[in-house]
């Protein structure tokens, strides 16, 4: 079962905070963060093992609630390099994505 | 370190042709996973092998099939090509079977064009 990625799309200004949320139906023993540029492969950004367990990469942080099965990711003060699509892996191996957030990041 | 690397990087194929697609993970690690992503999705899973075993296997029709070989490089195939088989092929490798504390590292993908 794949995750839910809320919002589809967001577009930020140079310094603006944005909040991408991930939610599953089924029991969360972890989720994956990953980014992906235009014609790149994604990028692993952090893994949340932990009820309520917040990790930081850069000024990109995320939070894991297991009771709500959710996760959420925040981009705080957002730069251009920002910019790409965000998705979330849930389940042990093989993981499921969801269907990504582009995250457009303007000066 | 090397990342991972995928080859060829892009390949044009003809309806009903078979296709191979070649992955090399990272050294040490010994799971290897094929994805699916077609434009505008997230990656969609096709096969995870660990020690030349395989450990699951996505939604995916017969046509589609993989083999990890000792080196812990892996290839997967796809018979009698469709339309909709035009996707980028991703190969990730990681250091453990789980996903559990292990992130994946992914190739720069083969872009598959089905004419």
């Known amino acids: 079962q794949q995750p839910v990625q809320s919002p589809q799309a967001v577009i930020l200004r140079e310094g603006e905070d944005a909040v991408i949320n991930c939610s599953s139906s089924?029991?969360?023993?972890?989720v994956h963060w990953y980014r992906q540029k235009h014609g790149e492969a994604p990028v692993f950004l952090m893994i949340?093992?932990?009820?309520?367990e917040q990790k930081g990469h850069d000024k990109i942080s995320a939070s894991f609630n297991e009771k709500k099965q959710q996760s959420s990711l925040y981009l705080t003060a957002s730069q251009l390099s920002y910019s790409g699509t965000y998705f979330c892996g849930t389940g042990v191996l093989p993981l499921s994505f969801g269907a990504g957030t582009t995250v457009t990041v303007r000066a | 370190d090397a990342g991972v690397t995928q080859s060829p990087t892009h390949l044009i194929k003809t309806r009903g042709q078979h296709v191979t697609l070649r992955c090399s993970p990272i050294?040490?690690?010994?799971?290897v996973s094929w994805y699916q992503q077609v434009l505008g999705q997230g990656p969609q899973f096709i096969f995870q092998?660990?020690?030349?075993?395989?450990?699951g296997r996505g939604n995916f029709p017969d046509r589609f099939s993989a083999r990890q070989f000792p080196n812990y490089s892996s290839e997967l195939n796809v018979n009698a090509l469709l339309l909709g088989d035009s996707a980028l092929y991703l190969c990730a490798s990681s250091q453990a079977s789980t996903g559990i504390g292990s992130p994946l590292h992914f190739g720069n993908g083969t872009r598959l064009t089905v004419t």
């Open positions: 050294s040490g690690h010994k799971s």
């Open positions: 092998y660990y020690e030349k075993e395989e450990r």
């Open positions: 089924k029991a969360l023993y972890s």
């Open positions: 949340l093992l932990k009820g309520g």
